[in-house]
């Protein structure tokens, strides 16, 4: 299974435009370096059905396991089921036709002084919890509070923030602690806001709710759905809030549009594919390039009773690779790290496992503008000079490339390579053996999580054996694998970064140095570089969008050229399958990808001729 990082309520983070006036107006919504696409008072955003009906079922698939539906513990304690986020609500949201962008939701309007030192939200009057009680300042600052208090990264996320404040019926404001900082404002409007007077209160069985452990007490929110019913480890079903207090909202129009989403849990990815071919299933992205190969040849779909999908991802870039874990002494030297890179078979496993539908990443933000090439100049030349004696001398000579195993010839030239880079570093071979000075073998276990991840790692593992390096392979359950990742206990495991076209604060949860020892950190790989932070201050700090595009520029070309990790594969389209009988509108948003379910709807018409779902 392939680990991301970065959680769904964590979804990369996005900056704002700077205001033209000192009086801090208040703003409907506002992107980075733009203007919003949508006015005050707009109807609906361009991309949705207005008129999508409502009603019917989707089910969706999920692998592993639940055993919570508190999103405040959930990078740190338990399996948090992973729809409860329909339940909530955050400050404001997106449109997926700008990137970048926010909207109000739960508040009618926000406002932000010239420097960004602080943000305040204006909470709508008719937002209501699901039991009728409004929406309050109080319930926002007691959000705040709780996720910063209880869970790393939220702690980490808000670092910034110094204090945070009522200042009326229907306003909160947040103060942080530097200026200049054009995402603070946006990442507080990200907020997912929970009652108050609910977790401070009692559960039906007498016994006093608490906020910093887990629950299976069905969660009261604010949001389109409500869970229904759910067996613990097994199911969970949502159903619509039909009287939804934003349901005729601008920003909600043509969403939500189904009365029940159901989320089904199987253990294994074999079984999780055959639960689709059953009928079990009604929608699935699939990420195995051998499932979409070969895996759909069943009657249902030759019948066009199953459709199948893809979607361009134009809205974010990513980095996956095995990351290695500088924690260990073995892998300190980057010429360690780029020995383990010359070893990958990526070619061999693109052609007999991926069906060549893959391509190597060769860039943490592969498939942006933001991706380094060449050698750097302009802008990112100046900046890269600031840190000139901290990097090493290949990021300004040396265009980043990743190693090509396409041929017998390249791969042996490539394992010489590898050797003599492992002997510089102080690793000879010896009786068939990787060994340093001491005489400590080198040793190194690939931790996953799926039997798909075995495929891979087996053939990787092969090939560090003939350099010596005595190589095995662990695959654990999901909470096992989990547990190991937040407690930085692996060697080498798989990590997933996506990133926004606008990054920023993230950056410092995936490469900083204070993140780098906080268990639970997306900081897998352990960096902790004085350079690289400075160049993240530097993407934080920009004042314009091409001061951003060259810092992250140079960002991207350091952390290549430290080999931190040894890219893996990705695809720039989201793939997709499903039973016939949902829709979509026509034109898609651009920087949606599937949308599902969010803007798609229950086809009657459709369902008819596939059947309804069992």
């Known amino acids: 299974m392939i680990r991301t990082l970065l959680p769904s309520l964590l979804a990369a983070c996005l900056a704002l435009t700077p205001l033209a006036a000192q009086e801090a107006p ?40 639940f055993d919570s539906f508190n999103i405040v513990v959930a990078g740190v304690k338990g399996s948090p089921e992973q729809g409860v986020g329909l339940v909530y609500e955050a400050l404001t949201t997106s449109a997926l036709d700008q990137p970048n962008s926010s909207y109000g939701l739960l508040a009618e309007a926000f406002s932000y002084p010239e420097d960004y030192s602080s943000v305040t939200f204006r909470l709508r009057p008719e937002a209501r919890w699901h039991d009728g009680k409004p929406v309050t300042p109080d319930d926002v600052i007691f959000s705040f509070e709780a996720l910063k208090a209880n869970s790393p990264t939220y702690a980490f996320y808000y670092a910034n923030v110094t204090k945070a ?23 507080m409007g990200q907020l997912i806001v929970l009652p108050k007077h609910w977790w401070e209160g009692t559960a039906p069985d007498g016994r006093k709710r608490d906020v910093t452990q887990t629950t299976l007490e069905p969660p009261l929110g604010s949001g389109p759905y409500r869970l229904k019913s759910f067996e613990a480890g097994r199911t969970a079903s949502y159903e619509r809030v039909k009287d939804h207090w934003g349901v005729n909202l601008n920003v909600n129009i043509g969403q939500n549009n189904f009365d029940e989403i159901r989320f089904e849990y199987y253990r294994d990815a074999t079984v999780l594919l055959e639960a689709f071919k059953g009928d079990r299933i009604d929608f699935r992205s699939e990420n195995s390039a051998r499932n979409w190969a070969v895996g759909y040849d069943f009657p249902a779909r030759q019948e066009g009773r199953v459709i199948r999908e893809e979607f361009p991802i134009r809205a974010s870039g990513r980095m996956q690779a095995f990351v ?79 190693p090509v195993n396409d041929s017998p010839e390249a791969i042996r030239n490539n394992l010489r390579e590898a050797d003599r880079l492992l002997k510089e570093a102080g690793w000879e071979v010896k009786g068939g053996r990787r060994v340093n000075a001491k005489g400590e073998v080198f040793s190194v276990e690939l931790l996953g999580s799926s039997p798909n991840d075995e495929r891979i790692f087996l053939p990787y593992a092969d090939v560090l054996k003939r350099l010596g390096i005595a190589a095995s392979v662990r695959t654990v359950d999901d909470v096992q694998e989990t547990n190991r990742t937040r407690a930085f206990d692996f060697d080498i495991t798989t990590g997933l970064w996506p990133q926004s076209s606008s990054p920023g604060n993230e950056q410092r949860e995936f490469w900083g140095s204070q993140s780098a020892k906080r268990e639970g950190s997306q900081n897998l790989a352990g960096i902790a570089d004085p350079a690289v932070d400075a160049l993240i201050d530097r993407v934080i700090f920009a004042k314009d969008r091409d001061e951003l595009v060259a810092a992250t520029k140079a960002l991207d070309r350091v952390l290549l050229a430290h080999d931190y990790v040894v890219p893996q594969w990705t695809s720039l389209k989201q793939r997709t399958a499903r039973w016939d009988r949902y829709s979509h509108p026509e034109t898609m948003p651009r920087y949606g990808g599937a949308a599902f379910p969010t803007i798609w709807w229950y086809d009657q018409a459709k369902a008819a001729k596939t059947g309804a779902p069992r």
Not at 31 to 38: C, G, M, Q, T
Not at 375 to 401: C, M, N, Q, S, W
């Open 26 to 65: 208040w703003r409907h919504g506002s992107v980075l370096l733009d203007e919003p696409k949508y006015p005050a008072g707009f109807k609906h955003f361009d991309y949705v059905n207005p008129n999508a009906p409502k009603g019917g079922l989707v089910r969706l698939g999920a692998q592993g396991t």
């Open 324 to 402: 290695l874990n500088l924690r260990r002494d073995q892998f300190k030297d980057q010429r360690v790290r780029r020995a383990f890179n010359l070893a990958f078979p990526f070619e061999e496993l693109n052609k007999t496992i991926f069906y060549g539908l893959y391509e190597r990443p060769s860039s943490y933000f592969y498939g942006l503008d933001l991706a380094s090439s060449g050698l750097p100049e302009g802008k990112e030349l100046e900046i890269l000079e600031t840190v000139r004696d901290k990097v090493p001398p290949a990021v300004f000579t040396t265009p980043y490339k990743n």
């Open 165 to 187: 404040e009522k200042l009326g019926d229907r306003e909160v404001k947040f103060t942080f602690d530097e200026k200049g900082n054009r995402e603070l404002p946006q990442i």
